[in-house]
């Protein structure tokens, strides 16, 4: 590794297998920040979420249940995802190299599996993880690390999926006159109902195995702290989860149904009229629903299957909305807005692309 790279601290893989991925983090430790106290701070401006980290517990039976369901219900056709963006970005990618650089958490799943599919094509592949802070942006001395090791022509930036485009919008902020990347950052997710990344495996709010736990499935690191004396972003190391960890186990299960399929159709960029499309139905839905309760802060709209499930697990959730109250897909968002005491409202068509959102409660 180039000495750029291997000249910072870091945490390593995590619970990854080394060749799966390289965090570009330093471990951290810091206090827990009860939820409400969290949420009181980051609404109040008077801390940033980033300089704050939750309690994260192990799954419940109920939820890992809920998991495992996800996984036998869905697993085949995020394999098929994965596959069909791994041949899109084979054709995309001209350079000798391949650079994924993955954002933690939502990113790294999709990430290992992106390149163990390139690797199986013959692809020279590296995979980073690195931070992005919305608002503040992307871990800047991770970035630049990377580009001295391996130059930003061959970057390929990963998330898991688009919400309201919050992180493509934050990707090219901090990019900003860059002349090192395109002026259409290169993201890549599985899920982009808003239409907001470079290349997607489908418009469709699903359930996506991975986006429904968090630790435990990311390599057993925290999502990202601000550095509050800079240097690499941060995380904590959550050691005492690593019984509960399936993060290799959920990678062997989707590479392993990856393998076994038949031909896959490969991904393609969205057209400027499909894109247009996208981001007007979803932004239609963001600010709807902003009106309708009344929220002058986006921030507390969190759209998506994905992203309404964390929210209800990470933020203090006031209402949450589904399209379809017996829709597979939301079963498990409907039991944890159970046990936080917070009724689910159907909201039908009223959701356009997305299948569920939470709305935070503003705190006075």
Known sequence: MADALSNLKT????????????FLLQPVQME?????????????????YSEMIGLEGAP???????????LAQNGTRMAMDVQALALALNQACSAASIVLVSFVRAGLPLGVLLRRAL????????????????????????????????GAESIVFVDGWTGKGAISG?????????????????????????????????????????GILGATVS??????????NGGLHGCVVYEGLREHDVSRDF???????????????????????????????????VDSLAAYFSIDRLNRVKPGIAEATRAVLRRVPEHVLVQDR??????????????????????????????AVTIIRGMR
């Open 60 to 70: 419940t039976q109920i939820h890992h249940a809920f998991y495992t369901q996800a």
């Open 326 to 355: 017996n829709d597979s897909d939301v079963q498990l968002l409907m039991h944890l807005s159970e046990r936080a005491g917070v009724r689910v409202e159907e909201m039908g068509s009223q959701l356009g692309p997305y299948r």
């Open 219 to 228: 390599g057993l690191v925290s999502r990202s702290i601000w550095p509050s």
């Open 119 to 150: 690797s199986e094509m013959g692809r020279d592949v590296h995979h980073y993880g690195i931070s992005i802070v919305r608002d503040r942006g992307i871990d800047k001395v991770a970035l630049e690390a990377i580009i001295q090791a391996h």
């Open 251 to 285: 990678i062997a299960d989707i590479d392993t149904r990856r393998k076994a399929l038949a031909l896959v159709t490969k991904a393609t960029p969205w057209t400027d009229a499909q894109r247009i499309e996208l981001h007007s139905a979803a932004s239609y839905v």
């Open 11 to 22: 945490v390593g893989s995590g619970s990854y297998a080394p060749d799966d991925v390289h």
């Open 170 to 210: 934050e990707i090219k902020r901090s990019l900003g006159a860059d002349t090192r990347f395109p002026a259409e950052p290169r993201l890549v997710v599985l899920a982009d109902p808003g239409g907001w990344a470079w290349l997607a495996a489908s418009a469709e709010d699903w359930l996506i195995p991975s």
């Open 32 to 48: 827990v920040t009860q939820v409400e106290e969290k949420e009181r701070l980051i609404q109040s401006r008077q801390k940033h």
